[in-house]
């Protein structure tokens, strides 16, 4: 993943797009650690994922709040 276009055309895109970044992050730290054979090698990806995943499901509540 080379960017991550917050510029989305309905709020509904943006949870989408999160899930999206966090699913690259996500590869990614699984490429690392395969690669390096260590279990801990780009942890920071996953931890990056997990927080974009809460951000996506804060998205999703605050539209359903906000748009119903």
Known sequence: ?????????SPEELPQVLRRAADAFRESH???KVNWQ??????VWAAFARIL????TSAEKAIERCLG
């Open 1 to 9: 993943m080379n960017s991550l276009d917050l510029n989305v055309a």
């Open 38 to 43: 260590d279990p801990n090698a780009g942890a």
């Open 30 to 32: 699984e490429d690392l």
């Open 53 to 56: 995943d809460r951000a996506a």
